[in-house]
């Protein structure tokens, strides 16, 4: 499984304590979004200033500009102490803590709660946090029928290019976030996402959970989404959306027509240790 790499140089890392930070292509806030942390999610910051802080995320290496306001800078020490133990991830589409001041905050799925003792409460950075709601626990599911299950509550969540969340999320977000959510970490991109895994030789073969993936006219991979069952597929295209698909493509379930061109079908989770 893609895991991202830590190193030991002195920078500064972040983790992030609003429920959803944009992180832009450049340093400017009209400038293209390509990615967004979620609350709990850690990054190394690369440079910056007042302003603006060039960062790479710890859990996929990807690189972004955020504004510097929404950064929240760990000191060594408490980084240290998060990094020991892995987080627990929000399964729920929406949940609300408090922090120790009582203000409320509305966090989303795929958020990651370090130091979560189970009994309501968590505390990173010095900061105590309240959990309002119950936060719904995987269970024993096996991670394709978790996959599935987390996949169908994004169904109508609108489509936003650089979204990783309910309110807005894009084909490689979407499937990034619900790995996350069943315990698997994959990379951001469908680019990327698509050197791992096995292909699968025939569509019809593939089973709930894992990934296809679909190219342009230059055989660039441009989608992805998530296979379910009897030829069906769910993937974020205008919205999360479950259309059929072949070994031609996704086949709208309005429209009858083809959208996009298969490339491969990829299972990345029974084999967690292989690269193609």
Known sequence: MFEAQTTERSMKHGIATLSIIPVRKDPSETCEMVTQLLFGELFEILKG???WQYIRTLQDD???WIDAK???VLDKRHFNRIIKNKPFISND???TITD???SR????AGSSIHGYNGKKSFRFNNISYRV??????PGQHDARSLITSNALKFLNSPYLWGGRSPVGIDCSGFTQIVYKMSGLNIPRDASQQVRHGVAVDFVNEAHPGDLAFFDNADGVIIHTGIILDQGRIIHASGKVRIDMIDHEGINHSGTRRYTHQLR???NIIDHADTRS
């Open 49 to 51: 200033n007042n302003k």
């Open 62 to 64: 990807y690189l972004g």
């Open 70 to 72: 929404m950064s929240t």
């Open 93 to 95: 589409l929406f949940s």
């Open 100 to 102: 120790q001041g009582n």
């Open 105 to 108: 905050q509305t966090i989303v």
């Open 132 to 137: 309002l709601n119950n936060f719904s626990h």
């Open 264 to 266: 491969v079908v990829k």
